[in-house]
């Protein structure tokens, strides 16, 4: 039987999304579940092959007919033997989520992690391969990015190049060496700017986010635009402060590595872009310096969700040919 299709799935940190994909690259289906983080890493793959049997019985697809699955994990990952070494936001360590999973499903699985996996679709399917030096960063309840340079991408020694989001910086954005500084995650993630406008609704401050005040419910990144665009001084004040420390860290990692290309993606990005990316920019000129910075493109990826998605036709194809 012609294998016809791959299986893409991200696994995120709140969400679980899986799509079936054909040999015209055209998504067919998707799924998406929340992401049952009790239970493990275990609950994680049972999730996970839940999803990828409901896209087959949905579609009536045999696993007979699907090339490989090609699943995005937010953390380090061994991508030749499928480890997670460490993914924070889903509480797994050590964990070798490719030999798990084999268990549940029969198809050929390979395991990137996520904003790699982002990348990869978007450097094919979004600038059509036609990148040289680049970062992707998506801002998120976490903060990670991936790595591309001479067209390729760097996964680094031990798999963890890209992890921008546990840099420690201070309250500037500005790269700390003092251990007790928090990442730039702590400070620029969904996650922060919510801890932040709790934090001045405990102290009484006004806002329209008030029902969130004493509430377990996370602000999620709709509200927060929602908010900008009442002009929410609370909304405004934090994720202001969020941008401007995203724009310093940008410009300190392209004096670095000297980049061309630094695509802006996540949930925090898609929903206040028009908002966030004029701040972002006018602190990353602030802190580049000039001649590495002067050419740099900023840019929003179109892809979305999607980007990790198509992702994993890049992946299939490298591991697969």
Avoid: W
């Avoid at 040999?23 to 609950?43: A, F």
């Avoid at 991936?146 to 500005?174: C, M």
């Amino acid at each position: 039987m012609k294998k016809s299709y791959i299986i893409s799935v991200d696994l995120g940190g709140t969400k679980i999304l899986s799509a079936l994909i054909d040999n015209q690259n055209k998504i067919i289906s998707r799924v998406k579940i929340e992401t049952n983080k009790d239970e493990g890493g275990l609950g994680l793959v049972k999730s996970i092959s839940s999803s990828i049997l409901q896209l087959l019985n949905d579609n009536v697809v045999s696993e007979n007919e699907v090339k490989a699955i090609c699943l995005g994990v937010p953390g380090a990952v061994n991508p030749h033997i499928g480890l997670i070494e460490v993914a924070p936001n889903l509480g797994v360590e050590n964990f070798n989520i490719k030999e798990e999973l084999a268990k549940e499903i029969s198809i050929p699985i390979l395991v990137e992690n996520d904003v790699n996996l982002a990348g990869l679709g978007i450097k094919k399917f979004e600038l059509n391969d036609n990148v040289k030096n680049m970062l992707v960063i998506f801002i998120g309840t976490g903060i990670g990015s991936s790595l591309f340079f001479d067209g390729k991408i760097y996964r680094g020694s031990s798999y963890f190049a890209g992890e921008i989001g546990h840099i420690k910086v201070n309250a500037k954005g500005e790269i700390s060496t003092n251990a007790k500084s928090l990442s730039f995650e702590q400070l620029a993630s969904r996650t922060a700017i919510v801890k932040e406008i709790k934090k001045d609704l405990k102290k009484g401050k006004k806002s329209i986010l008030k029902e969130f005040k004493s509430s377990k419910k996370t602000i999620k990144s709709k509200t927060l635009a929602n908010a900008i665009k009442k002009n929410d001084p609370l909304a405004v004040k934090h994720v202001t402060n969020a941008a401007k420390i995203i724009g310093s860290v940008l410009g300190s990692i392209t004096t670095l590595l000297n980049i061309d290309t630094i695509i802006l993606g996540g949930g925090v990005i898609e929903a206040m872009h028009d908002f966030m990316l004029p701040i972002i920019e006018k602190n990353f000129n602030k802190t580049v310096i000039e001649a590495c910075g002067r050419n740099v493109q900023i840019i929003e990826t179109k892809l979305g969700d999607d980007a990790a998605l198509f992702g994993g036709i890049a992946l299939a194809e490298e591991f697969l040919s």
